[in-house]
């Protein structure tokens, strides 16, 4: 949990959410976990393969669903070197950046570290849930 609520920087544009995604396709594709919140978290790291799908899905779904010349809404310990990301539904903002004293959890997380079961705040909607299961299922 200290990683998850450590200092993290956003994605404030879209060509900063591009770059990260850029360095994430060049890093090393493996040691990546892929945590759908709401799901049981993940026992492994994704696969190459699977980490790269899921990238292109998301980047897709994001760009979709989030029709603002802003982003705003992916955020990473570290811009260049990133180990842990946050990204928060676009159906499901509250209040995600800023302060609250009750915030909503990120839809997804992406992290070098195996994820622990967060609390779901609310259940994911069932076109989300039904997403993430096509897309790993």
């Known amino acids: 949990m200290l990683a998850f609520r450590g200092s993290f920087t956003s994605t404030l ?5 591009d770059a990260l995604w850029d360095l994430l396709r060049q890093a090393d594709a493996g040691g990546w976990y892929l945590y759908a919140v709401g799901e049981p ?21 994001l760009k979709r669903e ?6 705003g809404i992916v955020y990473a ?12 539904d676009p159906h499901n903002l ?17 992290s070098r ?4 079961d967060l609390p779901a705040a609310m ?4 076109g989300r849930r039904r997403w993430w299961r096509r897309l790993f299922g």
């Open 41 to 61: 978290p993940p026992g492994e790291a994704a696969s190459a393969e699977r980490f790269g799908v899921f990238l292109d899905e998301m980047a897709a779904l």
């Open 113 to 116: 570290l195996q994820p622990v």
């Open 77 to 88: 310990d570290d811009l260049r070197h990133p180990a842990f990301i946050k990204i928060f």
């Open 13 to 17: 544009r879209w060509h900063q959410f």
């Open 123 to 126: 259940v994911a909607p069932a």
């Open 66 to 71: 989030h029709d603002e010349d802003y982003c």
């Open 94 to 110: 509250g209040v995600s950046c800023g302060y609250s004293d009750n915030p909503p959890l990120p839809g997804w997380i992406i």
